[in-house]
């Protein structure tokens, strides 16, 4: 297991064309899915770093989003785009789809 720790003290995602009750309906429980997915990877390596701000950009998805997929859609979004500012990294996240 890595030593690496992140903290995420606030997410702030905009959603446009989904509906108040989809988005309400996410935010529960997406910081347990965040922290799975962000537990699968390999780490392990990396030392302190800071990322002062993060941009998860557009998130495509589909007219009838559900709330949990569009949970999943933004961890994995989540974990793409850190994975991009990690040291050593210089994939985009539109690449590591």
Same mark, same amino acid.
């Given at each position: 297991?890595?030593?690496?720790?992140?903290?995420?003290?606030?997410?702030?995602?905009?959603?446009?064309?989904?509906?108040?009750?989809?988005?309400?309906?996410?935010?529960?429980?997406?910081?347990?899915?965040?922290?799975?997915?962000?537990?699968?990877?390999?780490?392990?390596?990396?030392?302190?770093?800071?990322?002062?701000?993060?941009?998860?950009? +557009?998130?495509?998805?589909?007219?009838?989003?559900?709330?949990?997929?569009?949970?999943?859609?933004? !961890?994995?979004?989540?974990?793409?785009?850190?994975?991009?500012?990690? +040291?050593?990294?210089?994939? !985009? +996240?539109?690449?590591?789809?």
């Amino acid at each position: 297991m890595s030593g690496l720790r992140i903290d995420i003290g606030r997410l702030n995602v905009g959603l446009h064309g989904i509906s108040a009750a989809v988005v309400e309906e996410a935010a529960i429980g997406l910081d347990t899915v965040i922290a799975r997915r962000l537990g699968a990877r390999s780490w392990a390596e990396l030392t302190d770093f800071d990322i002062d701000e993060l941009s998860l950009g +557009p998130l495509q998805t589909t007219v009838r989003a559900d709330p949990a997929a569009l949970r999943d859609l933004i !961890a994995e979004r989540l974990v793409q785009t850190l994975d991009a500012h990690l +040291p050593g990294r210089t994939r !985009a +996240p539109e690449e590591a789809v």
